[in-house]
Each structure stands twice: as structure tokens, then as C-alpha cells.
């Protein structure tokens, strides 16, 4: 089955640390994102791809990093420079250029103690 | 950065009545889509809407875009329990990092609460 995986589902990480967060998608999308919810703030942006070995930021890049050297992948990078870190993170893909429906994996919470 | 505004921003009706949720807009909307979340879980699709004018409807689901393209409304008739959840806006909006480039820019959403 086509879909998209975002693993793990909860993170536990100590102050500091860097985390790395996976999104993987066998859709043959071109276009992956990265979003942060946190209660009451609905999803904000964080980086987003159109296609491999290129990305953008977001509205709120600071304290991430990303990469995209394959199409079935997205890994987001929780830096320590990111100064409150313990949020849900959700992934999507989608087509890209065409106006198709995005797909949304089940989200990854980061608790960072 | 570019918004969309919800509203609502949270909803509480009894069982069987209608309600409207509706999502704005300053910019023109290149796509807008129409998502129900479950607290701490995915995203799941409801609808989108590309052209202006355009409705579309699932079950007791019906969401419009208006002509302008920079208004978009949700409504439930007779609502039921299990439409309990966070309902999310997103909208296809050019980025700035080059032509034939798009971003998916979301509302803070609408959290509904359905008492039987």
C-alpha cells in the first residue's frame, strides 16, 4: 500500500541533543514538507521540498535542518539551537506542481526533557 | 508570512444541528484543501477546491470556494459525534524561492465539539 511513514511515533530526548525525525513516502511525490502544531497554533511550516537536493524554508526554519538526497525521503533535524523543541511534527507529500491531495503520516511528538 | 484565518476558532453544538466553519484569506488561494485531525493524530483529507465558485460535498459534508477565490466555508448539516475533531484550512500559495514553486500554508484550525 501507497502512504506515507513518519517513525518514531514519540521521541523522548534530553536538552541539548540533536534528533533526527524520518518521513518516508512511497507516493512518488515530488513535493515533502515539515510541520510543527503545538496546542492552539494550528500547523506552521517548518522547511519544504519540491524536488530532490533542493529545499526551502519555512515560516519557522530556525533551530532545523533537513535533507533531501532521495525522493522517498525527508529526514528533519531538531538542533539544539531550537529553543523549545517538544511539539508534534507532521510530514506530508504531494504531487508538487500539479494541485492534487497532500498526504499527511500519523505525526512524530518530541518531548524533550 | 502569508495566513490564512480561521474561524471559529472553537465550536461546541448539540447533535443534529448545522454548523460553519470558514477559512479567509488576503491573497488569492491557488488550491485549498480541507482536512479533519483527531488531537495527536494525522491529518485526514476532506475535500479541496481549485476553482472559484466550486463546491463539493461528501455525505454531510459541504465546502465552498468563493468567486474571488480567497474564502473558503465548511459546513455540517445535522452533525453527529463522531464530526468531534480539529478541522483544518490549507491553502496552495506560491512561494518565493522561485516560479512553479508552492507552498501548503495552514489555518490554526477549528476544534468542534458535538454533544449528544
Known amino acids: 500500500d501507497g502512504g506515507i511513514t513518519q517513525s518514531p511515533k514519540y521521541l523522548f530526548r534530553k536538552e541539548g541533543q540533536n534528533v533526527t525525525l524520518s518521513c518516508e513516502q512511497n507516493l512518488n511525490h515530488d513535493a515533502m514538507y515539515w510541520y510543527r502544531q503545538d496546542p492552539g497554533q494550528g500547523l506552521r511550516l517548518i522547511y519544504y521540498?519540491?524536488?530532490?537536493?533542493?529545499?526551502q524554508k519555512g515560516d519557522i526554519a530556525e533551530g532545523y535542518s533537513v535533507s533531501r538526497e532521495k525522493k522517498e525521503s525527508f529526514p528533519l533535524t531538531v538542533t539544539s539551537a531550537q529553543k523549545n523543541p517538544t511539539a508534534f511534527y507532521l510530514c506530508a507529500s504531494s504531487m508538487g506542481r500539479r494541485f492534487t491531495e497532500a498526504f499527511f503520516g500519523q505525526g512524530t511528538r518530541l518531548t524533550v526533557v | 508570512s502569508q495566513e490564512l484565518e480561521q474561524s471559529p476558532q472553537s465550536l461546541i453544538v448539540q447533535e443534529g444541528k448545522n454548523l460553519t466553519i470558514n477559512c479567509t484569506s488576503s491573497k488569492t488561494l491557488y488550491g485549498l484543501y480541507w482536512y479533519k485531525q483527531k488531537y495527536g493524530e494525522g491529518l485526514i483529507f476532506l475535500m479541496m477546491?481549485?476553482?472559484?465558485?466550486e463546491e463539493k460535498s461528501h455525505e454531510k459534508i459541504t465546502a465552498k470556494l468563493d468567486e474571488k477565490k480567497q474564502q473558503s466555508s465548511l459546513h455540517i448539516t445535522a452533525s453527529q459525534p463522531s464530526h468531534a475533531g480539529i478541522y483544518l484550512c490549507?491553502?496552495?500559495?506560491?512561494?518565493?524561492?522561485?516560479?512553479?514553486?508552492?507552498?501548503?500554508?495552514f489555518g490554526k484550525g477549528t476544534k468542534l465539539s458535538v454533544i449528544p
Open positions: 477546491l481549485q476553482k472559484g465558485g
Open positions: 521540498s519540491q524536488i530532490v537536493n533542493d529545499f
Open positions: 490549507g491553502a496552495r500559495m506560491p512561494s518565493y524561492s522561485g516560479a512553479g514553486s508552492y507552498q501548503l500554508t
